[in-house]
């Protein structure tokens, strides 16, 4: 089965500063590649998400860049915010299956 | 945030108790889920229905039992319990394999789970 290994686990930025979450596959054939983000007690919420047919998508400061070769994919977000202070999922996705999820990344934004 | 609904949001049951959880999903979709969150723990899938049929598993014990009555409706039957079973439960839903396939998984709130 798939298997997705994320890092860090957790990542201190400070306000304003970029902060950069990786994430790697171990499937070849998954192909939908999605970024959760989860606050403190609340469901996690889609940010992002990328399909295997594109390298990168954007969307404010929020973007995705995926290498299918090296079967990785990463999240950017710039210009942090307070607000951007959760633990960020990333997860893997292979037609009929469920996603399978990383361990998580805890993002402090230090103000 | 009412797409996909949950309920209970929380539950204590002792090890020899039967329950169950709802989920429910208002979004049209033709796929469900259900996810366990245990701490320091990632977001693991048990259960995945597409058209109402039960496609993956994942070797999860047979004391979590589901059921999905129809598109909209699915249900985790939980009985003998143990402790480390004690954990958040989510369902999501995504519309799969159909015009406009998108993948998108939307998550209900979930219920926290204490066994005792």
């Known amino acids: 089965g798939e298997n997705v290994e994320q890092h860090p686990s957790t990542l201190s930025v400070q306000e304003g500063d970029s902060a950069v979450i990786k994430c790697t596959y171990s499937d070849s054939a998954s192909n939908y590649f999605p970024w959760y983000k989860q606050e403190l007690g609340k469901r996690p919420q889609l940010i992002i998400d990328i399909r295997s047919n594109v390298g990168e998508k954007k969307d404010q400061r929020i973007a995705v860049t995926l290498n299918k070769t090296a079967k990785h994919f990463s999240l950017h977000i710039t210009e942090t915010q307070p607000e951007d202070s959760a633990v960020y999922f990333c997860a893997a996705k292979q037609g009929a299956d469920g996603l399978t999820f990383g361990k998580g990344t805890h993002l402090i934004i230090q103000p | 945030e009412t797409g996909v609904t949950q309920t209970p949001r929380h539950l204590v049951m002792g090890m020899t108790n039967k329950k169950s959880l709802k989920c429910e999903q208002h979004l049209g979709h033709n796929a469900m889920y259900w996810y366990k969150q245990s701490a320091k723990k990632p977001l693991e899938l048990m259960f995945v229905y597409s058209l109402e049929e039960r496609v993956e598993n994942n070797s999860v014990p047979s004391r979590f039992s589901p059921e999905c009555p129809n598109s909209s409706h699915l249900f985790l039957h939980l009985h003998t319990l143990q402790p480390e079973d004690s954990a958040l439960y989510l369902c999501?839903?995504?519309?799969?394999?159909?015009?406009?396939?998108?993948?998108?998984?939307?998550f209900g709130p979930g219920t926290r789970l204490t066994v005792l």
């Open positions: 999501a839903s995504s519309q799969d394999f159909a015009a406009g396939r998108t993948d998108t998984q939307y």
